[in-house]
T-cell receptor, first 114, second 112 residues
């Protein structure tokens, strides 16, 4: 089955701890993205990567870090510097074909920090 | 600042009616346009995309694009209770593989 996987589905952490969210895709998509969604809010872009070993900050990158060592993997680390990390985190990817660049989303990870 | 605006709703329609969801965007150079459906607690699911002026139909869904007026709409015919969800409009402001700009979504409620 082709798709985007995120793990775990639910994650609980204590304040002050770093936590890494996994995102893997086997769609051979070039670009990958991380978004954050808070209740009743839209999607806010954290980081994105268009090619391996390169990534760019989105609108709310402070307190987060990413890596793109492999085309299929784009993990997100939520550091202790992120002031309000509790949220629904969504990973997405998009193919580089036909000039449309539609994005497909993984199932998401719901992070709770107490 | 590139913006995509949607009425937050809720938009309530009776079962079997046509639901009309609207979206406006600020960047006149935007190239392609997307509609996503998001059920409560789930991730967004791509319904349709459109990049040429006019209508594009897919089953009960029709996307309409008017680049001169900078709006895109989604019509859902024969609305069903299972269509109740939040609908996100997204715009690609460039011609390359760059992040989409998302609206905050319109919540649709189809009443049986």
């Amino acid at each position: 089955d082709g798709g985007i996987t995120q793990s775990p589905k639910y994650l609980f952490r204590k304040e002050g701890q770093n936590v890494t969210l996994s995102c893997e895709q086997n769609l051979n998509h070039d670009a990958m993205y991380w978004y954050r969604q808070d209740p009743g809010q839209g999607l806010r872009l954290i980081y994105y990567s268009q090619i391996v070993n390169d990534f760019q900050k989105g609108d709310i990158a402070e307190g987060y870090s990413v890596s793109r060592e492999k085309k299929e993997s784009f993990p997100l680390t939520v550091t202790s510097a992120q002031k309000n990390p509790t949220a629904f985190y969504l990973c997405a990817s998009s193919p580089d074909r036909d000039s449309i660049y539609e994005q497909y989303f993984g199932p998401g990870t719901r992070l709770t920090v107490t | 600042q590139k913006e995509v605006e949607q009425n937050s709703g809720p938009l309530s329609v009776p079962e079997g009616a046509i639901a009309s969801l609207n979206c406006t965007y600020s960047d006149r150079g935007s190239q392609s346009f997307f509609w996503y459906r998001q059920y409560s607690g789930k991730s967004p699911e791509l319904i349709m995309f459109i990049y040429s002026n006019g209508d594009k139909e897919d089953g009960r869904f029709t996307a309409q694009l008017n680049k001169a007026s900078q709006y895109v709409s989604l019509l859902i015919r024969d609305s069903q209770p299972s269509d109740s969800a939040t609908y996100l409009c997204a715009v690609n402001p460039n011609s390359g593989n760059t992040p989409l700009v998302f609206g905050k979504g319109t919540r649709l409620s189809v009443i049986a």
